[in-house]
Each structure stands twice: as C-alpha cells, then as structure tokens.
C-alpha cells in the first residue's frame, strides 16, 4: 500500500534541487572554507552565497544570518547568548570573556516565554532557570494564540528577552509577533521568534515582524536535517554558546558543514519562489479539501483545533471523537502523520500546546495532526481521508 506521507511539520523531503545543489561540495568541492587555496576558497564562496539567500528569504542583511545546526541550537544561541552576554558583560566576539558573577544572586536576570513554545526554547529557559534567572510563562488563549497583554505585564526592568513562536508545531496557529515586537521595541527588550514552522510557509520579513533574532530549521524547509540558521540582529550582543575559533562571527565555532549549507541556502531559494508563486495558497486548499472530506466520511464534525485563529496553510490538527489518535494512525498504516509534534513521539503525556489550549484530555486524546507540503496532491488528500475515516469507523465499531 502507497505510503502518504501528510507529517511535513515533522520533517520535509529534501528538495531534488537542493540535493543537487549540495553534491558537489560532497565530492570535488571538499576544501576547508577557511583555507586559501582554490578549493577553500570556493567553499567559502558557496557558504557566502548560502547566506546571502538565507538573507534574501528573510529580508534581512547577510552579516546578520549566522549557521547552526538546526532549530534548537539557533534558540539556545539566542536565549542562552543572550542570557551569558548579561552575566558577562555583553561579549559576542572572539576573546577573553569579562568574568561574571562568582555564583547566582537573587536573580540574574528575567526572561518571558509563552506555555505554547516547543521544548527547544521551553528547555533552555528551564536550564536559565536553574541558574537563577527568572522565567515568565505567558498563557494562550483557546484559540492558541499568546497573551499580548500578558506579556506587557510581565515584562520587567530586568527583562533580558522575550521569546515567542511565530507559529505552534503542533496546531500551527499563527501568533501575533508584529504586536508583541512594538510592545518589546517600547521597553527596548529584544524579541526572539522561533520560525522554524513558518519559514518558506509564509511570509518571514524580520523588519515586518519587528524580531530581533529568529530561528531557521532546515529540516523543515526542505533542506537536510542538521543544519539551520539564526538572524541576530545587528547590534544585538549575545555571548557564544560554544566555544572554540571564530567562525560565524565568533558566534558558532567549528569547521563549516559546507555541503549542508548550500543545501540551505538553495532551499531558501526554493521558498521564495514558492511564496511568489503562491503555493500556500494551494496547500490551503488541500488542507481545506482534506478536512471536508473527513468530516463527510466520519459523518460529524470535526473540530479544528486553533480553527478560529489565523494558521499555518498546511496545518490541520483535528480531534477524533471516541478514539485515541495514535490507535487510528496504527490502523492507517499507510497515513504517515503525528498525533503532536513528533519531537514528543513515544511519550506518554498530553500535548502542553492543547492543555495551555484548554482542550479536555478525553479530546486531545484523540488528536491527529496532518500536516501538508509542496508534493502533497488531491489524490494524497482523498486517499488520506478514506483511511483515517475507515479505521475510524473500525474502531467504533
């Protein structure tokens, strides 16, 4: 049975023009970008090239994009650079770091994060915690989107940042960083935004969204897994996480994952074609067409969780009445998809995003996030639906 694979949140295909883009760099362009001779030379030219897209993606300077390798190094650089750079004075370069306090006092410092953030920046502020900052978390509503008004309240003189996700893996909601950039801008506190969802799904203008750093995750964007990016600001100080030479301005030490790289910086090409030409348009449409179907063929509706707010337009993150969706994905085998984010697979909890959500447990426990991408089709669609709505109807009965 033909797989169907609707879990693009989870991970994406690498594009076929990124992995043509990155095999040469694989094979005959192997130098060591910070050699001088030919072959070095050329990788550092690639690497810069890479930037320079990655740049053009995010409206952003390419001196401003510095490389990772992924998502959740790019939010530790920024939550924990951030936090170190106060603790030490504000270093962000290369050289002897000013020492900091000998050991905690009452409070380092305070950081505000929202109840909905993937573990890649709820882990970090937990770690900030134990070294005695203080952490705000701000609730959502039940439509999933973050307090704003909270997050004014709780910022403090001492607020070192707010960090906010552009978009929940989970239920793909949209949040409202625009406003909650103004409100940070006004109390001069930098703003940091995981967009790994959101990237090449739609618009991420850094200038239009006010942040002052934001997270990119390859893997996500169709480029491999393993590599990813941080916009920071210029101007913005953060103390280097790991420490070694002075690659990526000081900020991410190590010999450069060339063939990686490229593939990013081609995949941000991809994506901005993409959004011109209008692709989540045409995901809307099948994510639409996907929950219609299903709601016909289990005969009841189906309630969208986060339906009411703003979305992602490849997320959908439905409840199944009277089954637990990970019982009905088992039984349709052949539908690769998520019941949360993949990151928490195997963990016998409840989704953190639905309970900030308000969702009953009896509910949540039945949901199923199905979530499309650029070689999602009509026919990927209907089949996925008359799989889930039979082994639905195969466990109610």
């Not at 439905?318 to 998809?337: E, I, S, T």
Request: aromatic letters at 4%; a neutral charge.
């Amino acid at each position: 049975m033909r797989s169907i694979y609707l879990d693009y949140n989870a991970t994406t295909p690498i594009a076929p023009r990124v992995q043509e883009a990155m095999l040469p760099f694989l094979s005959a362009e192997y130098g060591n970008p910070s050699s001088t001779h030919r072959l070095g030379l050329a990788a550092h030219a690639a690497i810069e090239d890479a930037r320079f897209r990655v740049a053009q993606l995010l409206r952003a300077d390419a001196d401003e994009i510095v490389f990772t390798s992924g998502g959740t190094e790019s939010n530790n650089l920024a939550i924990c650079g951030l936090a170190f750079a106060r603790m030490f004075g504000g270093s962000s370069r290369p050289g002897p770091s000013r020492p900091g306090p000998s050991r905690p006092g009452p409070s380092r410092g305070h950081l505000v994060i929202s109840a909905i953030e993937h573990p890649a920046v709820a882990e970090p502020a937990r770690f900030l915690k134990r070294m005695g900052f203080d952490v705000s978390v701000v609730a959502a509503d039940g439509d999933g989107v973050v307090d704003v008004a909270a997050i004014e309240r709780a910022i403090r003189g001492d607020t070192f940042l707010v960090s906010v996700m552009h978009a929940n893996n989970e239920v793909g909601v949209l949040q409202p960083i625009a406003r909650i950039a103004e409100i940070c801008r006004a109390r001069g506190v930098p703003l940091h935004s995981d967009a790994a969802q959101s990237v090449g799904k739609i618009a991420t203008a850094v200038d239009e969204l006010g942040v002052d750093l934001l997270t990119v995750a390859g893997h996500k964007v169709y480029a491999p897994k393993g590599v990813g990016a941080l916009y920071v600001r210029r101007g913005i100080q953060l103390e280097p996480v790991l420490h070694g030479a002075g690659h990526e301005g000081g900020l991410r030490p190590g010999t450069e994952n060339v063939p990686y790289i490229v593939g990013l910086g081609e995949a941000a090409r991809l994506a901005g074609e993409s959004l011109a030409a209008g692709a989540g348009e045409r995901i809307a449409t099948l994510r639409d067409r996907l929950h219609a179907r299903l709601q016909d063929a289990i005969g009841q509706p189906l309630p969208i969780n986060g339906g009411r707010a703003a979305r992602l337009p490849n997320t959908l993150s439905v409840n199944f009445p009277r089954v637990a969706g990970a019982d009905l994905l088992k039984r349709a085998d052949n539908v690769c998809a998520s019941t949360g984010s993949a990151c928490h697979a195997g963990e016998a909890h409840f989704s953190p995003t639905l309970s900030a959500m308000g969702v009953a447990k009896e509910a949540g426990g039945g949901c199923v996030r199905l979530s499309l991408g650029w070689y999602t089709s009509e026919e990927d669609v209907d089949a996925a639906a008359d799989a889930l709505a039979e082994a639905w109807r195969a466990l109610n009965t």
